[in-house]
């Protein structure tokens, strides 16, 4: 099902939580809504699942408004992280539960159903879960009975709400990996809001970045990363240094270093602000042109490379940079010891 919304605004009191959001979301798609915490992924979501009401916009699926149309006519299937699953039944009872509270005509018989549920325990690999209750399972086996319990209306668009926000990062990632399997199987519409970038960027076909109720960017996961439209994207998906910056002469003059960097689209000349990741910056011996003459203050193991703080030896400003183990080691780097920051991606803005 496509889905295209045009405008929606919505206020609780005098707070503005969405402030005209546009999005057009294609059949088949997995769009990622990637916000900091209160940007207002959650309300829309809610707005989407017919939970909630916008105070004015358009909202259109498969070319109908469904704005006047109930939550369990639009069939939409969702997963939250605190739609606890009814502990009072068990694991079969609940994936039966949207199917049982159709109205009389609609309710598929009771043999329908009990053969829809046994299909969709082996779908989410639980198959002798189903005489079980909730308490009795693992919190990734209960978040996999809240899909299939999602899923056995046979929506046609699927929003999940944080639904693995509380687990544990390795069973995070593999629950993950199999539920844009079962997206892509299914041929779903997804609509999935997290503030994790890494979730984001791995799972998303689309990643919308919200903040403050509107929508600052969206586009695919390498888009968003390599090419953010603004600050707030670019600091959002990952670490990143910020330095002030003149643009003069189609470069960046960090200090009284000219550097090559990518420019906001008319590149006038005025003050910049210029963004480099940590993975970004490459120490190069004491004196390197084109490079900002600094001093390692601190390293450390971080997972598979070193993490490196350096000192900006002109005007005393931090600057981080990861490195390989081995960079580490044939550089012989220690602590202390003065260096050049050659920075090899940066991104400027015009300053605010
Ligand atoms: N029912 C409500 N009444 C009053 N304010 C609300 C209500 N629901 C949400 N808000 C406010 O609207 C803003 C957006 O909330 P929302 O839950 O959509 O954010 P979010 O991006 O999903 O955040 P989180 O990641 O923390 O869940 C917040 O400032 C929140 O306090």
Same mark, same amino acid.
């Given at each position: 099902? #496509?889905?295209?919304?045009?405008?929606?605004?919505?206020?609780?009191?005098?707070?503005?939580?969405?402030?005209?959001?546009?999005?057009q979301i294609e059949k088949g798609q997995f769009l990622a809504l990637l916000g900091p #915490?209160?940007?207002?992924?959650?309300?829309l979501l809610r707005i989407l699942a017919g939970l909630d009401f916008p105070d004015s916009?358009?909202?259109?699926?498969?070319?109908?408004?469904?704005?006047?149309? #109930?939550?369990?006519?639009?069939?939409?299937?969702?997963?939250?992280?605190?739609?606890?699953?009814?502990?009072h039944?068990?694991?079969?009872?609940?994936?039966?539960?949207?199917?049982?509270?159709?109205?009389?005509?609609?309710?598929?018989?009771? #043999?329908?159903?009990?053969?829809?549920?046994?299909?969709?325990?082996?779908?989410?690999?639980l198959e002798q879960f189903g005489g079980r209750y909730p308490t009795q399972l693992s919190g990734g086996q209960r978040q996999r009975i809240a899909l299939a319990r999602a899923l056995a209306i046979e929506p046609k668009v699927l929003l999940l709400d944080e639904p693995f926000g509380a687990l544990d990062a390795k069973v995070r990632?593999?629950?993950?990996?199999?539920?844009?399997?079962?997206?892509?199987?299914?041929?779903?519409?997804?609509i999935f809001v997290t503030h994790d970038q890494e979730e984001?960027?791995?799972?998303?076909?689309?990643?919308?970045?919200?903040?403050?109720?509107?929508?600052?960017?969206i586009g695919t996961p390498d888009q968003v990363y390599h090419n953010?439209?603004?600050?707030?994207?670019?600091?959002?998906?990952?670490?990143?240094?910020?330095?002030?910056?003149?643009?003069?002469?189609?470069?960046?003059?960090?200090g009284d270093v000219e550097m090559t960097a990518q420019l906001p689209g008319d590149s006038k000349p005025g003050d910049g602000v210029a963004f480099v990741r940590p993975h970004d910056i490459a120490l190069q011996p004491p004196g390197t042109s084109q490079a900002l003459p600094s001093r390692i203050r601190y390293m450390f193991t971080a997972g598979p490379g070193v993490r490196v703080e350096l000192e900006r030896l002109d005007?005393?400003?931090?600057?981080?940079?990861?490195?390989?183990?081995?960079?580490?080691?044939?550089?012989?780097?220690e602590i202390g010891q003065p260096v050049a920051a050659q920075l090899t991606q940066i991104t400027v803005f015009p300053a605010p």
């Open positions: 099902m #496509s889905i295209n919304l045009t405008g929606i605004t919505k206020t609780f009191g005098s707070y503005q939580a969405l402030r005209g959001v546009s999005l #915490s209160g940007s207002g992924k959650t309300t916009g358009h909202l259109i699926f498969d070319g109908t408004d469904v704005q006047h149309i #109930s939550a369990r006519d639009r069939r939409v299937g969702f997963v939250f992280q605190h739609y606890a699953l009814f502990r039944m068990t694991v079969a009872e609940n994936i039966a539960f949207g199917l049982k509270v159709r109205p009389r005509g609609e309710r598929p018989n009771k #043999s329908v159903i009990a053969d829809r549920v046994n299909e969709l325990l082996r779908l989410v690999q990632k593999d629950l993950r990996r199999w539920l844009r399997q079962l997206h892509d199987e299914m041929g779903l519409t997804s984001a960027l791995e799972l998303a076909d689309y990643v919308a970045v919200m903040s403050e109720g509107r929508i600052e960017q953010p439209a603004t600050p707030f994207v670019f600091e959002f998906l990952g670490h990143a240094n910020r330095l002030t910056c003149r643009i003069a002469n189609g470069k960046a003059a960090i005007n005393g400003e931090i600057l981080i940079a990861d490195l390989a183990h081995e960079q580490v080691q044939k550089g012989g780097f």
